[in-house]
């Protein structure tokens, strides 16, 4: 055998675990979601075009639609990890009263916050470092000669200016401080290049020694976050990436907004459309998320004519077309939820040892689904998340215990969820006397 097979089935298992150890907090795993995803192929088909169009220089994005238990932040998650087999950065950020989309810079900040490549999490010091190899690459390679140090560094530079010269003709302190991270960081004066990145990635702390050296006033602002982060989008692009692909969850949160602030909001919204349409932001993608009511309700962007005219969809009854600007996904059923749990056994056997199928068989999924929904009234898309930590629960104790058999020792005990249920989830829980 192979020493790559070992590798290979090695890797499966740590991500099984990871999966599962994710399953058991409530929470979406990191990766392998394609793993336990059900009934999504048409939709992850669109993203993967969409992201092929990005690829190739283009400008687009996709808003997902759906109430509360429709799985909209596993689908984000599940489009983003498409995008990174597509070797595109990726961000996910939740807006939030430390993102709020009426704030352009503190979007920017948590984009560069939550940066990061299939292979590293944080990665806005990786990709500037690969950016910035890639022009000396470059640079000496189409040298007649052999390259003084100097001589490179002075070029690249240059090139810094070359390669930003469309944002510096606005702005030009972010090519500023990419010099002055450049000198610094092969100077060894590594406190002042740190300093220089948490310029870039609009920190609030950054002293002003970093300032003096680059020749920079102020900060990032709301005024200048979008140039900059189409500054980062060349950066990422010129660091051998195919793109960047930003993923905006929980715009229903918007709607709880002062007046004022929602205006700004989606002023915002409609600011990264027009630039995504208008060719002025290529290799970059976005995905928003949002429940029915941020698109219909009059706190919603049916307040805003021209932007909900360009955001709404044709109705499409059974047939739905995901190639719309909304992704409208559907409530989790029992059918969808007996199909995960499935999966989630494949997923398990492999994190561990092979489940005993007769001890969890379809008729204990199909029981277990009827007892958590019982307490739900009957809701099965509200108890995805709960029903899949009871459910990994219960294959841990099968592992571990030889006479546990499931079928006459599960009881859902709701008490233990006490503190953590979402707001949702218990505005439905049936209260017991």
Same mark, same amino acid.
């Given at each position: 055998?192979?020493?790559?097979?070992?590798?290979?089935?090695?890797?499966?298992?740590?991500?099984?675990?990871?999966?599962?150890?994710?399953?058991?907090?409530?929470?979406?795993?990191?990766?392998?979601?394609e793993? *336990?995803?059900?009934?999504?192929?048409?939709?992850?088909?669109?993203?993967?075009?969409?992201?092929?169009y990005?690829?190739?220089?283009?400008?687009?994005?996709?808003? *997902?639609r759906?109430?509360?238990?429709?799985?909209?932040?596993?689908?984000? #998650?599940?489009?983003?990890?498409?995008?990174?087999?597509?070797?595109?950065?990726?961000?996910?950020?939740?807006?939030?009263?430390?993102?709020?989309?009426?704030?352009?810079? !503190?979007?920017?900040?948590?984009?560069?916050?939550?940066?990061?490549?299939?292979?590293?999490?944080?990665?806005?010091?990786?990709?500037?470092?690969?950016?910035?190899? !890639?022009?000396?690459?470059?640079?000496?390679?189409?040298?007649?000669?052999?390259?003084?140090?100097a001589?490179?560094?002075?070029?690249?530079?240059?090139?810094?200016?070359t390669?930003? #010269?469309?944002?510096?003709?606005?702005?030009?302190?972010?090519?500023?401080?990419?010099?002055?991270?450049?000198?610094?960081?092969? #100077?060894?004066?590594?406190p002042?290049a740190?300093?220089?990145?948490?310029?870039?990635?609009?920190?609030?702390?950054?002293?002003?020694?970093?300032?003096?050296?680059?020749?920079?006033?102020?900060?990032?602002?709301?005024?200048?976050?979008?140039?900059?982060?189409?500054?980062?989008?060349?950066?990422?692009?010129?660091?051998?990436?195919?793109g960047?692909? *930003?993923?905006?969850?929980?715009?229903?949160?918007?709607?709880g907004?002062?007046?004022?602030?929602?205006?700004?909001?989606?002023?915002?919204?409609?600011?990264?459309?027009?630039?995504l349409?208008g060719?002025?932001?290529?290799?970059?993608?976005?995905?928003?998320?949002?429940?029915?009511?941020?698109?219909?309700?009059?706190?919603?962007i049916?307040?805003?004519?021209?932007?909900?005219?360009?955001?709404?969809?044709?109705?499409?009854?059974a047939?739905?077309?995901?190639?719309?600007?909304?992704?409208?996904?559907?409530r989790?059923?029992?059918?969808?939820?007996?199909?995960?749990?499935?999966? *989630?056994?494949?997923?398990?056997?492999?994190?561990?040892?092979?489940?005993?199928?007769?001890?969890?068989?379809?008729?204990?999924?199909?029981?277990?689904?009827?007892?958590?929904?019982?307490?739900?009234?009957?809701?099965?898309?509200?108890?995805?998340?709960?029903?899949l930590?009871?459910?990994?629960?219960?294959?841990?104790?099968?592992?571990?215990?030889?006479?546990?058999?499931?079928?006459?020792?599960y009881?859902?005990?709701?008490?233990?969820?006490?503190?953590?249920?979402?707001?949702?989830?218990?505005?439905?829980?049936?209260?017991?006397?």
């Amino acid at each position: 055998m192979s020493t790559a097979e070992p590798e290979r089935t090695d890797r499966r298992r740590h991500q099984s675990l990871n999966i599962i150890n994710a399953l058991r907090r409530g929470t979406v795993p990191a990766d392998g979601l394609e793993r *336990i995803a059900v009934g999504l192929d048409m939709e992850e088909g669109v993203i993967g075009r969409q992201l092929d169009y990005v690829a190739d220089g283009g400008g687009d994005l996709k808003f *997902i639609r759906g109430d509360y238990g429709s799985g909209k932040t596993f689908f984000v #998650a599940r489009a983003l990890e498409i995008a990174g087999t597509k070797n595109f950065v990726t961000a996910h950020v939740f807006v939030s009263p430390q993102a709020p989309l009426s704030k352009p810079k !503190a979007l920017y900040q948590q984009i560069c916050a939550n940066i990061r490549t299939s292979e590293t999490e944080h990665a806005l010091k990786t990709i500037v470092d690969n950016w910035l190899f !890639a022009i000396e690459e470059r640079l000496i390679s189409t040298a007649s000669g052999e390259t003084k140090d100097a001589d490179l560094e002075a070029a690249t530079e240059k090139e810094i200016e070359t390669a930003l #010269a469309g944002i510096s003709e606005k702005n030009s302190a972010l090519a500023a401080a990419l010099r002055t991270y450049y000198r610094e960081n092969n #100077a060894g004066d590594f406190p002042i290049a740190q300093a220089a990145i948490g310029w870039i990635a609009a920190e609030p702390t950054v002293g002003r020694d970093f300032k003096q050296k680059a020749g920079i006033k102020g900060e990032v602002d709301d005024s200048t976050a979008f140039l900059f982060l189409s500054g980062l989008v060349e950066i990422v692009h010129g660091a051998g990436y195919r793109g960047l692909a *930003i993923a905006i969850d929980e715009l229903e949160t918007t709607q709880g907004l002062q007046r004022n602030q929602r205006d700004r909001s989606y002023q915002t919204l409609a600011r990264i459309i027009d630039a995504l349409d208008g060719g002025r932001m290529p290799h970059c993608y976005f995905l928003f998320t949002g429940t029915p009511a941020f698109f219909d309700s009059s706190r919603g962007i049916r307040s805003v004519t021209p932007l909900y005219d360009r955001i709404s969809v044709a109705e499409t009854g059974a047939y739905k077309n995901p190639r719309q600007p909304q992704i409208q996904l559907s409530r989790f059923d029992t059918g969808k939820l007996e199909l995960v749990a499935l999966k *989630i056994i494949d997923v398990y056997s492999q994190a561990y040892r092979e489940v005993d199928r007769e001890k969890v068989s379809h008729r204990f999924i199909r029981a277990m689904i009827k007892k958590i929904t019982g307490r739900f009234g009957g809701r099965v898309d509200v108890i995805p998340r709960i029903f899949l930590k009871e459910f990994v629960d219960v294959l841990d104790k099968c592992e571990l215990y030889e006479d546990y058999d499931p079928a006459d020792g599960y009881e859902f005990e709701a008490e233990h969820l006490k503190g953590e249920l979402k707001a949702e989830e218990e505005a439905v829980m049936v209260v017991e006397f």
